[in-house]
């Protein structure tokens, strides 16, 4: 992608000087990695350093993590609520505990996380926050990058402000149905057992019908702990505008989903294993890569319970 924005202002994910953790700058537009903490023995004094430091750095993670299920349930309760997560059951004994495998011999062409996007946004109330924990890990490959969207929103003009103030965004997961069911039809014509509809070896339980009818949200939200304005957008779930001809959406949001995720407003995470996340799903978008065919990658996701966006 051709890096048409070169903001020289704006920029300050410096890392505070904290008393119970140190949090190191992983890019200039957002991310950090936050040292000396151990997710399962933490302290009041050091969670409440690193919700500052969430809130901050937009995304988070933590090297060396020796996690149980039980340990990142109880983190993320410390935030909130369990999220809905809108695709699969959990794992036996911590239903909120989402399985994200992908084993050595799988072969998809739509990777679970695939694509610039906001968790789940095409929920009436979609997860505040998204947490992962890599358990097994390729030895390259699969990385995930972020794009911090209150950062892109400071870079438009204030005529384009204006603009999208009123508007709200249809975030609809059709596109996503449609090509999970072009998967299920492939596999099903090669004779393989599927067992239903999946992202290869993740076997989803999901309300299509409401996943597709989706919500209106505004295009631009507000972050209701730091009245922080961010653009709602994503290129995987933003399909129209209310109140727009499809072409007039169309126009609008092709700019958009281009200018939130360009590398300006970027950072990524090589993953390591023991590595644990965790995002403000609100305020930024994120992708994965299915470039680690051959390889084995095992991760547990957990969300918060978010509000209705305004």
Request: aromatic share 10%; proline share 5%; net charge negative.
């Amino acid at each position: 992608m051709e890096l048409e924005l070169h903001p020289s202002t704006g920029f300050d994910n410096s890392a505070r000087d904290y008393e119970h953790i140190e949090a190191l700058p992983l890019a200039a537009a957002m991310g950090a990695e936050i040292r000396d903490v151990q997710i399962g023995k933490l302290t009041d004094a050091q969670f409440a350093e690193i919700e500052d430091a969430l809130y901050r750095h937009k995304m988070i993670f933590f090297r060396d993590q020796d996690m149980t299920h039980a340990d990142q349930e109880n983190f993320t309760l410390r935030f909130g609520d369990f999220g809905i997560d809108a695709y699969t059951k959990g794992v036996p004994g911590h239903r909120n505990v989402q399985p994200v495998i992908k084993e050595a011999d799988t072969r998809i062409r739509m990777l679970f996380g695939s694509g610039w996007h906001t968790d789940s946004p095409f929920m009436e109330t979609p997860p505040a926050i998204s947490m992962l924990f890599g358990a097994d890990i390729p030895p390259y490959g699969g990385d995930t990058m972020w794009c911090n969207t209150v950062l892109a929103y400071n870079c438009l003009s204030d005529t384009m402000r204006q603009v999208l103030a009123p508007l709200r965004v249809h975030m609809t997961a059709v596109g996503v149905v449609s090509e999970l069911q072009k998967e299920a039809k492939a596999r099903t014509m090669a004779g393989q057992e599927t067992g239903g509809t999946g992202f290869g070896n993740i076997e989803l339980d999901i309300n299509t019908n409401k996943m597709v009818a989706g919500w209106y949200h505004p295009i631009v939200r507000t972050h209701p702990k730091t009245g922080e304005k961010a653009l709602y957008v994503d290129q995987t779930y933003s399909h129209g505008i209310q109140g727009m001809t499809p072409a007039e959406a169309e126009a609008l949001l092709r700019f958009l989903k281009h200018h939130v995720s360009q590398p300006a407003f970027s950072c990524r995470l090589r993953w390591e294993p023991k590595t644990f996340t965790v995002w403000d799903n609100r305020i930024c978008v994120h992708q994965a890569f299915n470039d680690y065919d051959g390889f084995r990658r095992e991760m547990y996701r957990t969300t918060v319970l978010g509000e209705v966006p305004r």
